[in-house]
């Protein structure tokens, strides 16, 4: 009842919330503007992420147990701390250097304190626990890099939305199955962001009435990290359990397949060309669904099949180990989201023959 009333808390809160805040976001202008790499043709309030924060942190404060899981209070507070960064970054542009800065004290609060941190490899390489302070620096490593291929994937309309519903959705029903008071609590959370994205998915299909900015992605990329960081940890300490998941640190990623695969490709292309990872491109698997004639709506749909592929791939192969499903997954995704590129180089290069041929005659 608890799982069910958290998501209809966030739903209801943030449903209400975001007309509110589009209303006040045009009055004082707050929104984003067309240009080149925007793929949009008008204003729209880029403020979002302030409804899903309202919605999420509103119903986890109300509907969790933080006697059973204290480790929630650092996870609030870091959530605060992306809160006003995204804020900042949504209204007055932020540096990219205080940007990395504030997400890795976001991600240690969470790990130092909170001690919501990745212990070992779980077996993957024959290793199963690090040193205290080496599994510190990965678990902080480990949630900048979600957190960033999140913000990244936020680049048409319900997409971002729509993968987070998909990826909190396989986490939740995990914690949900597991039954233990700890995942037990996480599955309400998982609700909680369940419940206030649909709310703002509601206001983002197209034609969008509001982007939810970076505030929305930064969060949800915190929250998504938070939450396969956990599921890791309780899996591993569950081994007897009928829902363990032997290739568990695979089927994580599984879980947060596209936006992982995604900046992977994009960071490869941009290193390819001698450019920064962090330089801002085209080269996005939705910006080449766009240059191939896809909507918004085509698009998000196709990329959200992707990723619910890759979630029941994981799952089901799940008892094979951990490498050897990698060595499924990951080639298997990558392959997949450069198909889009070949197919966009292969159709620009044939226009690009056929005006040398015109121009000839």
């Known amino acids: 009842m608890e799982i069910i009333l958290s998501l209809l808390l966030s739903f209801i809160i943030t449903f209400l919330i975001i007309p509110l805040i589009i209303k006040i976001a045009l009055l004082k202008h707050l929104y984003d503007v067309p240009e080149e790499r925007k793929s949009h043709n008008t204003v729209v309030p880029t403020l979002g992420g302030l409804g899903i924060f309202i919605g999420f942190i509103l119903s986890v404060t109300f509907w969790t147990d933080f006697a059973v899981f204290p480790g929630l209070q650092y996870l609030e507070f870091a959530l605060i701390v992306i809160f006003f960064l995204g804020i900042k970054d949504d209204i007055i542009a932020l540096a990219p250097g205080k940007k990395a800065l504030g997400i890795l004290l976001a991600a240690g609060v969470i790990a130092i304190w909170g001690d919501i941190r990745i212990s070992g490899f779980y077996g993957m390489f024959g290793i199963h626990e690090l040193p205290y302070w080496l599994s510190i620096l990965f678990t902080i490593f480990t949630v900048f890099i979600i957190i960033n291929a999140v913000n990244l994937i936020d680049g048409i309309n319900g997409l971002c939305s729509s993968t987070s519903i998909i990826s909190a959705l396989s986490f939740g029903t995990w914690f949900y199955l597991e039954g233990s008071p700890k995942s037990f609590q996480l599955a309400i959370i998982c609700a909680a962001i369940v419940g206030s994205v649909l709310a703002f998915l509601r206001y983002n299909v197209t034609p969008a009435k509001i982007f ?150």
């Open 212 to 361: 939810m900015g970076d505030t929305g992605s930064l969060l949800l990329g915190l929250l998504l990290a938070f939450l396969a960081i956990e599921f890791l940890e309780i899996n591993w300490s569950t081994t007897k359990n009928i829902y363990y998941m032997r290739s568990s640190p695979v089927v994580a990623m599984g879980f947060l397949a596209l936006p992982l695969v995604d900046m992977v490709k994009v960071f490869a292309i941009r290193l390819y060309r001698k450019r920064s990872p962090f330089h801002p491109d085209k080269n996005h698997i939705h910006h080449i669904l766009l240059s191939l004639g896809f909507t918004h709506t085509n698009a998000t749909i196709l990329l959200s099949l992707f990723s619910i592929f890759f979630v029941l791939l994981s799952l089901y192969f799940n008892n094979i180990g951990s490498l050897e499903l990698g060595l499924i997954i990951f080639p298997f995704a990558l392959l997949i989201s450069v198909i889009p590129n070949i197919i966009l180089y292969t159709k620009n290069k044939k226009k690009y023959e056929m005006l040398e041929k015109e121009s000839a005659f």
